[in-house]
Nanobody, 112 residues
Framework: QVQLVESGGGLVRAGDSLRLSCTAS????????VNWYRQAPGKEREFVAY????????NYADFVKGRLTVSRDNARKMWYLDIDSLKPEDTATYSC?????WGQGTQVTVSS
């Protein structure tokens, strides 16, 4: 059974940084690319970042370029999303998505 679990969210102030993590069980992660999405209250879910299975291809949404770094540690079955200079509009539930699977998300709340 495949399970994805995100962690690292919390309540932070504008300008702070956070590292979000996603861990997987039940699959060989080195073969999978991983997408990060976020969903703010009352809004549709939106793409944030992608990293390929090898880590050689990375894409970011335009609205976060320069503030995000996506990475992976295949040995630990972990993916990371580092967000710098957080803004109140970054407040959302952040989820990782691999193949047909989604994690439950981790809440990030940014106060002004």
């Amino acid at each position: 059974q495949v399970q994805l679990v995100e962690s690292g969210g919390g309540l932070v102030r504008a300008g702070d940084s956070l590292r979000l993590s996603c861990t997987a069980s039940g699959l060989t992660i080195s073969t999978y690319g991983v997408n990060w999405y976020r969903q703010a209250p009352g809004k549709e879910r939106e793409f944030v970042a992608y990293i390929s299975g090898s880590g050689g291809r990375i894409n970011y949404a335009d609205f976060v370029k320069g503030r995000l770094t996506v990475s992976r540690d295949n040995a630990r079955k972990m993916w990371y999303l580092d967000i710098d200079s957080l803004k109140p509009e970054d407040t959302a539930t952040y989820s990782c998505h691999i193949s047909a699977y989604w994690g439950q998300g981790t809440q990030v709340t940014v106060s002004s």
